[in-house]
């Protein structure tokens, strides 16, 4: 399985961006798939999770301004990210899940800085 994320950028403050992850298999055949992200001299975290029947969590910095959705068509995961703020800034990751293996996308920086 790999994972292509795209979308990162630099923005400023309150400004948008949308990351895509995009799986080499159908994305349904995943039990679930998510966002991590990790900042500097941090631990990585989960962002916000799908799972296959639709269940959506974020954590709760996110919540409101993050949105997670897919595409089974394009075999696509994306993340809209409003209202963004600069300890948004990290690397995201995407990530997916089938049983007891995981796999996880190559990462793509955000920077929020004005």
């Known amino acids: 399985v790999q994972l292509q994320a795209s979308g990162g950028g630099t923005v400023q403050p309150g400004e948008s961006l949308m990351l895509s992850c995009t799986a080499s298999?159908?994305?349904?055949?995943?039990?679930?798939m998510g966002w991590y992200r990790q900042a500097p001299g941090e631990q990585r975290e989960l962002v916000a999770r799908?799972?296959?029947?639709?269940?959506?969590s974020y954590v709760d910095s996110v919540r409101g301004r993050f949105t997670i959705s897919r595409d089974g068509g394009k075999n696509t995961l994306y993340l809209q990210m409003n209202s963004l703020t600069p300890e948004d800034t990290a690397v995201y990751y995407c990530?997916?899940?089938?049983?007891?293996?995981?796999?996880w996308g190559q990462g793509t920086q955000v920077t929020v800085s004005s």
């Open positions: 298999e159908n994305i349904f055949d995943f039990n679930a």
């Open positions: 799908i799972n296959v029947g639709g269940r959506i």
């Open positions: 990530h997916a899940n089938r049983l007891s293996r995981e796999w």
